[in-house]
């Protein structure tokens, strides 16, 4: 039972553009969100985090908006970088250290 | 400061075998879960040590275990390796329960494991 679900397993975009990644949950007690990226052969790596009382949360050109209603979670990277091109996963969490993650959704970020 | 520190890298093994995988925190992180990663099915929770003890476990068979020791170490240990268990298994370390805007796991570079 899939619990975290990123329905786009890839998107292409243009380097300067705004890149949108978008990820669905089932689970009304989460109340914790994360996004990672991850390059291949190394770890996925802490991006940005919201929690349920929030509805959005900034960090330089990440911005993590999330829709409690719609049970849908999104993260906005402005403006896009050839460097931004990894796979991105975003988690949702209940219970303190456990975490569900998404399957993942590889950008590509294009000069 | 260093950072999460999984050995091996990589590893191949023999279906029906048994394997050990390391994990070493990031030094005062006394929280460490294991993740399994295969192709199309992202990150699969298997376990989370806190203070040698199992706090939270995911939906895989017995055959994974794992344990903490009391320098916040850990090790998860596959029996009877099957070729479904190939993936990267991936260790995270945090600090304590959420704090602040910028909880997160710290994520090892994984251990890769192949079983033929």
């Known amino acids: 039972d899939q619990q975290v679900k990123q329905n786009s397993p890839s998107l292409s975009v243009q380097e300067g553009r705004i890149s949108i990644l978008n990820c669905d949950y089932t689970n009304s007690m989460f109340d914790y969100f994360l996004w990672y990226k991850k390059y291949p052969a190394e770890g996925p790596t802490f991006l940005i985090s919201?929690?349920?009382?929030?509805d959005k949360n900034e960090d330089g050109r990440f911005t993590v908006f999330l829709n409690k209603s719609a049970k849908h979670l999104s993260l906005h990277i402005v403006p896009s970088q050839p460097g931004d091109s990894a796979v991105y996963f975003c988690?949702?969490?209940?219970?303190?250290?456990?975490?569900?993650f998404g399957s993942g959704t590889k950008l590509n970020v294009k000069p | 400061k260093a950072g999460v520190t999984q050995t091996p890298r990589y590893l191949i093994k023999t279906r029906g075998q048994q394997v050990t995988l390391s994990c070493s925190p990031i030094s005062g992180h006394r929280s460490v879960s294991w993740y399994q990663q295969t192709p199309g099915q992202g990150l699969q929770f298997l376990f989370e040590?806190?203070?040698?003890?199992?706090?939270n476990k995911g939906n895989f068979p017995g055959r994974f275990s794992g344990r903490q020791f009391s320098n916040s170490r850990s090790e998860m240990n596959v029996s009877t390796l099957e070729l479904g268990d190939s993936a990267l298994y991936l260790c995270?370390?945090?600090?304590?329960?959420?704090?602040?805007?910028?909880?997160?796991?710290?994520f090892g570079s994984g251990t890769r494991l192949t079983v033929v």
């Open positions: 919201i929690s349920s009382i929030k």
């Open positions: 995270a370390s945090s600090s304590m329960l959420r704090q602040g805007k910028d909880y997160g796991y710290t």
């Open positions: 988690a949702a969490s209940a219970d303190f250290n456990k975490f569900y």
């Open positions: 040590y806190f203070s040698e003890t199992q706090r």
